[in-house]
């Protein structure tokens, strides 16, 4: 079984920034790739950046050079949210092997 529990989301003017954090349990192992998705309302959910075992990150063109990706082992995984924009807003889950965590909110207000 495995649980994923994202924190750190919250209410932030545009330019700020915010640090979500994703804490794993179970069978998740420092070889698996992790990713932060985000869905808009009304949205679908999209890929926001995923980091593989080896410490290989990719981005979406839209957060590049704002946002980083980082994780300190197989069970912790960040997000550095940098110069945040109004269309960030969202919830941003946390995802590893097909599981999802349970999302949190991150609203930036203009």
């Known amino acids: 079984q495995v649980q994923l529990v994202e924190s750190g989301g919250g209410l932030v003017q545009a330019g700020g920034s915010l640090r979500l954090s994703c804490a794993a349990s179970?069978?998740?192992?420092?070889?698996?790739?992790m990713g932060w998705y985000r869905q808009a309302p009304g949205k679908q959910r999209e890929l926001v950046a995923e980091i593989t075992g080896g410490g290989s990150a990719n981005y979406a063109d839209s957060v590049k050079g704002r946002f980083t990706i980082s994780r300190n082992n197989a069970k912790m995984l960040y997000l550095q949210m940098n110069s945040l924009k109004p269309e960030d807003t969202g919830v941003y889950y946390c995802?590893?092997?097909?599981?999802w965590g349970q999302g949190t909110q991150v609203t930036v207000s203009s």
């Open positions: 179970g069978a998740i192992f420092s070889f698996n790739t």
């Open positions: 995802h590893s092997r097909g599981f």
